[in-house]
């Protein structure tokens, strides 16, 4: 395998003002499976001495005496507290949580906004507006947090860097990063900064959705065996689209991508100094399998003779499963976050599967719903016959060891923050203000006062687009029953219900083809704090809900990751029952509303059917005709 110069991390913030840090530097490391040597400079004096080292097996980052100071260190000065830290990255934020190996317990936790947030109107410092259903980020913002967040929570806790054991991350996914061969995004480039598909396409990004419904057509004349992977369909939000709409629509772009890596990898890069790919990632967003790899050359020459080669040229780096080492903490990444070179750092994993372990779910029959932003369905199983209607099914890619199945709903929270945005009205924000709280909260206590079917609303939750069970990113919402005396909160009611029923088509759809639901566990920041959301899951399902023991799921799912380094836990199954698990109460279904619900259900499956599955192509037309 051959070597190529890295650009140092964490040193890209020096190009964009604001953020300087010290001139950037780089780093020898491993790349994939490209046998290419990039003539770069290498200036950074321990970097040069790792790299003269014999890598320590399991350790690529390290040599022996390294990693021996590094477990000396550990085992004679600190022998009592084991920490591993999770990252969690989100659609607006980043979370760092520092969880103890023992118990699970959190020590500190901290989180820190994008500067640039989700940029899906303008691009930063620009005039350039951005078409509908764009949305990019800034990868500089995924450093700058990592440099706030994880000193923080080390100062916070009062915990020595020697006691922090191993790093796991979590990330929105797929999240695109399109990188130059060293890793250095290429949106950090002047040439590249005014060119919005040089940015980081986030996972919300639906404008590539033309380009999948491309795909998935010639999928099905040719009979790819990955269809039947995801369902029989593939997402707009996935990479081969978005890659092969950057190709359509610029091309120089395109050409100047040596690499295109989902964010969390991509931060796992900057982390370590080597390229690796996630399983996870890989197997839900980019068509990857253990058995098959990716789609094959000659399908992707169908599509494009210009994508047929994306893979070798493009995709590089070895695919590792969920749980894997992905290496040790480079000695200047360790020096800017507070921690010690040669920290043990996890594989990366899609934020909503980190939630899985947190939940202490470990075996099949437990269905894990993530609810924040979007909503995602997950649940492992053993094989079963190929069906329409989920996101995918993955070896290993949720827990080693079983098929993860996913499905999901891409917005949720969403579409509940959109209503107190733009119209909930005056009165409840006057309310919210005066009793010093959120409008969220005025609206689900007063939307609890209102017994289920006492809307007189129906909702169809496509703010967002379908994932499961349609799959179709050109659908958008739909609100019934409307009267001059409908309230904001009954709105607000009926918006949650459309979630619920959501959760339970997918639920359905899963039971119905053999995999197994034994039982509903909810994680997420919606499951933490809307009492009145989790009864309704429950009352429409009709299936008792469990919730996740910590808020922070997904950052303890990836610290859960993360302890499986050094002198951390032997298994992931060791490590979830020490780790993960769930609270005591239990969202127990009342049989009056769930009878009632199932009423409003039929109504609500018969306007999901005819505006989802043919029967009108009215929100297509309409979405048509605001983008012409």
Not at 32 to 42: I, Y
Not at 323 to 329: H, I, M
Not at 505 to 523: L, M, R, S, T, W
């Amino acid at each position: 395998m051959g070597k190529v110069r890295f650009a140092s991390p964490f040193r890209l913030q020096s190009r964009l003002g604001p953020r300087r840090a010290p001139p950037r530097r780089h780093l020898t490391q491993e790349h994939g499976r490209t046998g290419k040597t990039l003539d770069h400079k290498v200036v950074d004096a321990a970097s040069e001495r790792n790299a003269a080292e014999s890598p320590r097996p399991g350790n690529p980052a390290l040599g022996d005496g390294q990693e021996a100071l590094i477990q000396s260190r550990r085992c004679n000065t600190y022998t009592m507290a084991r920490y591993s830290l999770g990252l969690d990255y989100g659609t607006e934020s980043a979370r760092a949580v520092l969880v103890s190996l023992d118990d699970g317990s959190e020590a500190a936790t901290h989180v820190a906004p994008y500067r640039s947030g989700v940029i899906d109107r303008s691009l930063p410092d620009s005039d350039l507006r951005l078409p509908p259903d764009w949305a990019l980020q800034d990868p500089i913002d995924y450093l700058a947090a990592a440099e706030e967040i994880v000193p923080k929570v080390l100062r916070d806790a009062g915990v020595s860097p020697a006691d922090v054991l191993g790093i796991g991350v979590d990330f929105t996914a797929c999240t695109l990063v399109p990188c130059r061969a060293d890793g250095v995004p290429l949106s950090t480039l002047p040439e590249w900064r005014s060119e919005p598909h040089a940015w980081t396409k986030l996972w919300k990004h639906h404008a590539a959705q033309p380009e999948a419904e491309a795909l998935n057509h010639a999928a099905r004349e040719q009979g790819e065996r990955f269809l039947r992977r995801y369902g029989g369909t593939t997402s707009s939000e996935w990479l081969f689209a978005k890659a092969w709409q950057v190709l359509d629509e610029a091309p120089e772009v395109y050409a100047a991508t040596d690499v295109y890596v989902e964010a969390g990898d991509w931060l796992v890069w900057q982390l370590t100094g080597q390229l690796s790919r996630s399983a996870c990632q890989a197997g839900y967003k980019a068509l990857w399998s253990r058995d098959e790899g990716y789609p094959s050359e000659s399908f992707l020459t169908t599509l494009d003779p210009r994508l047929g080669p994306i893979v070798r040229e493009k995709l590089r780096g070895d695919v590792l499963p969920v749980g894997a080492r992905a290496g040790g903490l480079l000695e200047n990444v360790a020096a800017r976050l507070g921690l010690l070179p040669g920290t043990h750092v996890a594989v990366s994993l899609i934020d909503a599967h980190a939630a899985v372990p947190a939940a202490g779910v470990a075996a099949p029959g437990k269905l894990v719903i993530i609810l924040g932003t979007s909503g995602c369905h997950l649940v492992l199983g053993g094989p079963c016959d190929p069906f329409d209607g989920f996101a995918g099914v993955v070896q290993d890619g949720i827990l080693p060891g079983y098929l993860g199945y996913e499905a999901g709903q891409p917005a949720t929270g969403d579409i509940l923050a959109w209503f107190v945005r733009h119209a909930a009205g005056a009165e409840i924000e006057r309310e919210a203000e005066l009793r010093g709280v959120s409008p969220h909260q005025v609206l689900e206590e007063r939307a609890a006062a209102i017994p289920p079917g006492g809307t007189g609303l129906l909702a169809l939750d496509w703010w967002n687009g379908n994932r499961s069970v349609l799959m179709d990113a050109d659908l958008s919402g739909v609100l019934v029953g409307l009267t001059l005396n409908t309230s904001a909160e009954q709105i607000y009611r009926a918006l949650i219900e459309a979630t619920a029923f959501g959760t339970r088509v997918i639920v359905e759809n899963f039971v119905a083809h053999g995999v197994a639901i034994e039982e509903i566990i909810a994680a997420g920041g919606l499951s933490d704090r809307n009492e009145l959301l989790m009864q309704i899951y429950a009352d429409v399902t009709g299936r008792p809900i469990r919730v996740a023991r910590s808020g922070q799921a997904c950052a303890v799912g990836a610290a859960i990751l993360g302890s499986l380094g050094p002198g951390g836990h032997p298994t992931l199954e060791a490590a979830v029952r020490a780790m993960g698990g769930v609270r005591e109460r239990e969202f127990v279904p009342d049989a009056g509303a769930h009878a009632i619900y199932t009423e409003l259900y039929h109504d609500w499956v018969t306007l999901h059917d005819y505006f989802g599955r043919g029967g009108n192509d009215v929100l297509k037309r309409l979405r048509g005709l605001r983008e012409r």
